[in-house]
């Protein structure tokens, strides 16, 4: 089976399932020693869980609402991806002053002082069943990964810890059990998609920016799933041109919604997934939206 790469080369690092070729070429460990800056902010998530969302409305508060760069250059050089081989490590290294940058890493294969250094880290986190259904669909999206089971075996492989970035429970955990730390915000899907004015407004008193409530309504409007979804900046048009995509299987913003897991979940499914969310979640005080 081929659940995360080219030649299905996964590999278990630190508990954690990653691509071979992060290990292989040493990146996982330039990850551990790289150095982040005070002025950093990072995004972090379990994928699927509203990543691209959350960095734009990062992106729009940290330089104060500049919509020319935000629609003149693609989210992916904006806001660079840590572990990805584009543009790298070294070019993220040679970027002066505070950078924004995403990561799908937990927290544990990060550098150990990160949360004293002063980085502000933002993790976002979605309720799992809806994680696994964007995850499923990224999955026949993707042409390198071309996954083409059905939902109920792509669901299993997930409970299994078998897909790139799982287990998923620990991921969300190891951020979670910091949340105290006063370097970390940790935010919802679910709270976003109910109130984005109160999360941006959040959002931007954790990096110590003022706005006004009109400009929170700008930033809330321009990342609407909507207007995301049109933007060419920001909604990953340009895999397309560069045959990353089964263009028969969507698009990366494909509905943007909370609770649309019940169209995927048969009543066995569910069951199972709940009593494995429930042994997760057992001794903590995590708990997850799971409709709107
Ligand atoms: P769906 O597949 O459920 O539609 P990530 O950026 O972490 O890969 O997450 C992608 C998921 O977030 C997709 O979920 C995508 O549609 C959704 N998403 C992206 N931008 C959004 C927005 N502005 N509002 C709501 N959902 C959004």
Redesign the pocket.
């Known amino acids: 089976p081929n659940y995360g790469d080219k030649a299905g080369d996964r590999f278990l690092y630190n508990g954690y399932v990653l691509h071979g070729e992060m290990i292989k070429n040493g990146t996982i460990r330039d990850v551990k020693n790289f150095e982040f800056r005070p002025q950093d902010v990072v995004v972090a998530?379990?994928?699927?869980?509203?990543?691209?969302?959350?960095?734009?409305i990062v992106f729009l508060i940290q330089t104060h609402l500049d919509f020319k760069l935000a629609a003149s250059t693609i989210l992916e050089s904006r806001f660079p991806y840590l572990e990805y081989p584009y543009p790298g490590l070294k070019s993220i290294a040679k970027q002066q002053g505070g950078r924004m940058i995403k990561t799908h890493l937990p927290l544990s294969l990060l550098p150990d002082d990160l949360l004293q250094k002063g980085t502000k880290v933002i993790y976002?986190m979605?309720n799992p069943k809806?994680v696994a259904?964007?995850y499923y669909?990224?999955f026949r999206l993707l042409s390198f990964v071309n996954y083409k089971g059905e939902f109920r075996d792509f669901l299993k492989s997930f409970m299994k810890n078998e897909v790139v970035y799982t287990p998923y429970f620990p991921h969300v955990l190891e951020y979670w059990n910091n949340r105290d730390n006063p370097n970390l915000l940790v935010v919802h899907?679910e709270e976003?998609?109910k109130d984005p004015e109160t999360v941006v407004q959040k959002i931007s008193n954790f990096l110590g920016k003022d706005l006004t409530y009109d400009e929170v309504r700008m930033i809330v409007e321009h990342?609407?799933?909507e207007?995301?979804?049109i933007n060419p900046s920001?909604n990953y048009s340009h895999w397309e041109d560069l045959g990353l995509v089964n263009k028969n299987e969507g698009k990366?913003?494909?509905?943007?919604?909370v609770g649309?897991w019940q169209n995927y979940f048969s009543e066995d499914l569910n069951r199972d997934f709940d009593s494995w969310i429930s042994q997760n979640l057992e001794n903590t005080k995590l708990a997850f939206i799971f409709a709107d």
């Open positions: 998530s379990f994928p699927k869980s509203g990543t691209t969302w959350l960095e734009e976002i979605r809806d259904v964007s669909h990224f899907f976003m998609k990342t609407r799933f207007n995301m979804a920001v990366f913003f494909r509905k943007g919604a649309d």
